[in-house]
Structures are given as C-alpha cells and as structure tokens.
C-alpha cells in the first residue's frame, strides 16, 4: 500500500503545492479567528450600548414617576363652599392646582377660583357691564 500514487507525493513540486495549501489554509484559518473576534467585540459593544439605553429610559420613567408625586392617585376632599343667596353655578373646570366656578349672582357674572386640595378661595373676577 505504501507504494500507491495516491499515498505520497509524485515529486518535490507536488510536495511544495501540498504545502502552499496547507500555509493557505492555516491563514484562512487565522483571518476567520480574527473575523469572529472582531464580531465578538461588536456583539459585546451593541449589548452594553443596549443595556445603557434600557438604564436611560428607565431612569426617565422612574424620574417622572417619583416627581409626581403620587398626583395620579385621586385626592379625596371633602368641604361646603358657601355661595351668596341667590347665587346660581353656570360652569365648572379643573385648571391645575385650581377649581373655577363660574356664578351668576343676580345677573351679574362672577367668577371664582379655588385651591382644589384645600378648597380655600384663592380668587374672584366681577364682570359688570358699562352704564
């Protein structure tokens, strides 16, 4: 068997074409590693990148939340706001902090606002008319 063609080289220059094969191959080698480590090294760069923009966005959330306060949970108060006799409630709104109650007081147009958590007036607009 040791004298098949197949099992040893036919001369010195097959001999150097085998090697110039194998030294190709050994470099194909080297570039691939080369190649996977320097795709590692994005993969690694994209994850922490990812991981920071996560921590940003949470931080945000978390901010927003912790600043507010607890405002989204609804405040129960409860008081009597005495209005003049005759007096007739046209409008209300919520703006802010504040309770606007618009009256109407003997034809004459009032307007009142209100600190909504403690419900002590904070405000009053008259609207006469010119004589």
């Known amino acids: ?30 570039e ?5 480590a320097r795709a590692r090294w994005l993969l690694i760069i994209s994850g922490f990148t990812t991981l920071i923009a996560i921590a940003a966005v949470l931080a945000v959330i978390g901010y927003r939340v912790f600043r507010a306060g607890g405002s989204g949970a ?11 006799r005759g007096a007739r409630v046209v409008a209300t709104a919520v703006a802010g902090e504040r309770i606007v109650v ?5 034809g004459a147009t009032e307007i009142r606002i209100f600190d909504a958590k403690t419900l002590q ?8 008319t010119e004589p």
């Open 1 to 30: 068997m040791a004298n098949l063609a197949a099992a040893q080289p036919r001369s010195d220059r097959d001999e150097a074409e085998h090697h110039g094969d194998a030294a190709e191959a050994a470099d194909a080698g080297v």
């Open 32 to 36: 691939a590693a080369r190649m996977v």
């Open 74 to 84: 609804a405040a129960t108060t409860e008081g009597i706001v005495t209005l003049p």
């Open 102 to 106: 618009t009256l109407d007081i003997a």
């Open 121 to 128: 007036e904070t405000g009053r607009i008259r609207f006469a």
